[in-house]
């Protein structure tokens, strides 16, 4: 998602070098949804910019640090090496923190962060109240459905934060992986099938095999 106000905000970098490079020197400000590499790879493009991370994540924006939060030790090598050469990752420097209901104010625009956990256990959203739109990140509505496989991921905080989405009465929804749904009533379905799909895979895990397939 990208702001043009009085400053040029850009929420999560994401979407490769290439395309970031043409945004440098027109970007303001950066916020990131949480740390996983996906949404931080190219950071280091706007180093000269202010970038801003959650309260709950200021002191981790370090590669090994994420490493052995995210995968564990054992494979904390192997998965630095797939991190920058997936992404092309470079360390880089926070300049100021956001926590849960701040108001951000850009101009007139202003913009409340959300914390959603559950994906991970720092995940935020961003509200705008006066457009009714919330940038849901990796709540991104898409088919696959919630992702929750780290330690630290919880079902029973994904399905809050989705639920607490829900009673924003939103008119666009911004996801961090599919294209953007706009209209309370289609926003609304689309988070509760969303949300459905952890209910689906557990019924599926839990149940019976029928041993005459086999």
């Known amino acids: 998602m990208l702001i043009k106000d009085r400053k040029t ?8 070098p290439e395309r970031l490079e043409k945004l440098k020197n027109r970007v303001d400000v950066v916020i990131n949804s949480h740390l996983h590499p996906d ?3 190219s950071n280091w493009i706007f180093s000269k910019r202010t970038i801003l991370i959650s309260d709950m994540e200021f002191h981790q924006c370090d590669l090994e640090v994420l490493a052995r939060r995210y995968i564990g030790k054992e494979l904390q090598k192997k998965w630095i090496e797939f991190v920058k050469e ?3 990752y470079r360390d880089f420097q926070p300049a100021e923190s956001f926590s849960d209901g701040e108001t951000l104010k850009f101009g007139e625009t202003e913009v409340v962060p959300l914390h959603l956990p559950g994906h991970t256990s720092a995940h935020y959203g961003f509200y705008l109240p006066d457009h009714d ?3 849901g990140a990796d709540i991104d509505l898409t088919s696959f459905g919630p992702w929750y496989g780290h330690e630290e991921s919880s079902l029973r905080e994904f399905r809050q934060s989705i639920d607490r989405l829900m009673k ?3 008119k666009f929804y911004l996801s961090g992986h599919r294209d953007p749904v706009q209209g309370e ?3 609304s ?5 969303y949300r459905d799909i952890i209910d689906e895979r557990t019924s599926r895990i839990l149940s019976p095999q029928n041993t005459e397939e086999y």
Request: glycine share 18%; no cysteine; proline share 0%.
């Open 189 to 193: 379905g689309e988070l509760e099938k």
């Open 39 to 41: 949404h931080i790879g």
């Open 9 to 16: 905000v850009l929420f999560d970098t994401g979407i490769g």
């Open 133 to 135: 739109l919330v940038f």
């Open 185 to 187: 009533e289609r926003i």
């Open 168 to 170: 924003l009465n939103l």
């Open 86 to 88: 997936t992404t092309g």
